[in-house]
């Protein structure tokens, strides 16, 4: 659920409401970077009930003097009984979120992230086998809108250095990792948050340069992007800095609803560590956005109400009262229906368009969640984090599109291979189109594909694709075409001449390329096609998989 999810005044009901079916389905809820201390202990008890997920809480800053600063509204006091209270429920690591740079922060407000976070360990019961701690940080990026949109941003070096500050504080306690947002990533962020139209041309020329895919750590390049500021004459730093009070902002023609003489008070009370009440338990502070309650000369949105924690309505009770009774301590529910397996099919899908931008876990979270749109039973894992029993084949690059996909699946309750094609076909998104479904035998193993064709189509001009055409040709008539490549695993070079089985030319800027994958060998066929085009850019061509070879 949201960020925001907290926030919801009926959220206890709501929760209460939906974990029977939820505890039925194996549906995990799921509560992101919750303010300490909106789980009541029921909740948090249900929620333990249900597949398991991480728990985060996002104190967002170490010390009390710079949470109030961020008008956080929380104590030290609630962050340890709200960590305490998920210990005992049952979750054995805790995902903290802090940011960096805050305005008038300090590097004892630094330590005091450390601090905080070995103070969360140490509410955990004694004896936890697999208990963690983990402190992510990230670097604050001033935001329009908001009181410290005139803020400057701390820049990359600086950010390296508060970093290590957290580090070194954190260093003797093993069982606390941490984890930060790509300082290059928040320097990039930082100039668009508080851009103007300057920055339009500048986006073109990086998307001409090649920097795509920005937001992914492993493909951020800062270089395309230097090269893009250069060419469109536009000095990046100044919009990381701080602004004039009384300079003219970017977005001031557009209105929140939240007026700036708001946004400046704010600003001076969250310097002096003032901290504002929530004025949805307290008295209206005058933001601008209910034109009713606030009586500030500058009204953008006239009628418009404040929302209020009103009595729960009728409806809501009388759902309560028929809801199934969720029983906390019953025993877990007998994880033979769950995991018996009734079904086992391969289902084949088209995965184009938009789809083909899905990562393979992203692809897993769609299919899990279209299984249950579409009212079929998957069978579960057995064991502590029971999953839906989902296989796959070789994993599609992203941004490659292709025509025969599959996906082995089980179902605790067979149904007919049309039903299960046409439930799922119309429970996926767009650029998803299942195609056939076809019945495998009980066993879990399911036949690999040991070749995968697929078409390779440059979107360069006439010479350039033929230059690119002929290295295809040079690479099929060598007899070993060493890579050299760098993976998780560490770098190696690997011989790939033995991966290629044919090239076909279809046209003048049209390949058929059959890869190899026997004995168990493969790289990502975008990869390879790097590798053979050296220097090529992702947007100077497509890859579409055509078929799979089965033995
Ligand atoms: S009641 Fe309305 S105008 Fe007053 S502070 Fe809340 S949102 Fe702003």
């Excluded at 333990?48 to 009390?64: C, D, F, I, N, Q």
């Excluded at 450390?114 to 019961?125: E, F, T, Y």
């Excluded at 990792?177 to 990039?188: D, F, N, Q, V």
């Excluded at 579409?374 to 069978?379: F, Q, V």
Aim: aromatic share 8%; net charge neutral.
């Amino acid at each position: 659920l949201s960020l925001s999810t907290g926030d919801f005044s009926a959220l206890e009901s709501l929760f209460e409401l939906s974990a029977a079916r939820c505890l039925e389905d194996q549906v995990a809820i799921s509560l992101p970077s919750l303010r300490a201390g909106t789980l009541t202990p029921r909740m948090l008890s249900l929620m333990a009930k249900l597949r398991r997920t991480g728990a985060t809480v996002a104190p967002e800053a170490g010390s009390a003097r710079l949470r109030a600063v961020i008008n956080k509204g929380i104590t030290e006091e609630d962050i340890l009984a709200h960590a305490a209270r998920l210990f005992e429920s049952g979750w054995q690591s805790i995902k903290l979120y802090f940011m960096m740079g805050l305005p008038t922060e300090t590097d004892e407000d630094l330590e005091a992230i450390a601090d905080l976070a070995v103070k969360v360990l140490q509410c955990a019961p004694r004896g936890m086998k697999r208990l963690g701690v983990t402190v992510s940080v990230s670097t604050f990026v001033p935001k329009p809108h908001t009181p410290f949109q005139w803020e400057a941003q701390i820049g990359r070096d600086e950010t390296l250095r508060r970093l290590d500050v957290i580090k070194a504080r954190l260093a003797p306690f093993k069982k606390i990792s941490i984890k930060w947002h790509e300082p290059r990533m928040s320097w990039l962020e930082g100039v668009f948050s508080r851009g103007d139209r300057a920055l339009a041309p500048v986006v073109e020329r990086a998307y001409e340069l090649g920097a795509l895919f920005a937001s992914w750590v492993d493909m951020l390049d800062l270089a395309p992007w230097e090269q893009a500021f250069e060419d469109r004459g536009v000095d990046p730093h100044p919009y990381l800095e701080a602004r004039p009070l009384d300079a003219p902002l970017p977005w001031d023609h557009l209105a929140s609803g939240v007026s700036k003489t708001f946004l400046l008070r704010e600003r001076e009370r969250a310097l002096e560590g003032k901290a504002t009440p929530d004025c949805r338990y307290g008295a209206c502070t005058r933001c601008g956005a209910c034109s009713e309650m606030c009586g500030e000369p500058e009204i953008h949105v006239p009628g418009v109400k404040p929302r209020v924690n009103l009595p729960e309505p009728e409806w809501v009770a009388s759902l309560r009262e028929n809801a199934p009774e969720v029983e906390l301590n019953a025993p877990p529910k007998a994880r033979e229906e769950l995991t018996r397996r009734d079904g086992h099919y391969r289902v084949w899908f088209e995965k184009t368009g938009p789809a083909a931008y899905l990562s393979q876990l992203e692809l897993a979270n769609v299919l899990e969640r279209a299984l249950r749109r579409s009212g079929l039973k998957p069978s579960f894992s057995a064991g502590f984090h029971p999953m839906p029993l989902i296989s796959f084949g070789w994993a599609l690059p992203v941004g490659v599109e292709s025509r025969e996909e599959w996906f082995g699946l089980f179902l605790r309750e067979a149904a007919s291979l049309e039903a299960i094609g046409s439930r799922l076909d119309s429970a996926l998104p767009e650029g998803l189109h299942v195609t056939r479904v076809e019945g495998l035998g009980p066993g879990k193993k399911i036949p690999q594909p040991v070749s995968e064709e697929f078409l390779l189509t440059y979107l360069l001009p006439g010479d350039e694709a033929a230059r690119r055409v002929a290295q295809w040709r040079e690479f099929m008539a060598s007899e070993t075409f060493p890579w050299f490549s760098v993976t998780k695993r560490g770098a190696r070079t690997m011989d790939i001449r033995p991966l290629v089985i044919s090239v076909a030319e279809r046209s003048p800027a049209e390949l058929a390329i059959t890869f190899c994958w026997r004995d168990n060998r493969y790289a990502s066929p975008l990869k390879l096609a790097a590798a053979v085009n050296e220097g090529i850019s992702l947007k100077d061509f497509t890859l579409t998989k055509l078929r799979q070879i089965f033995e």
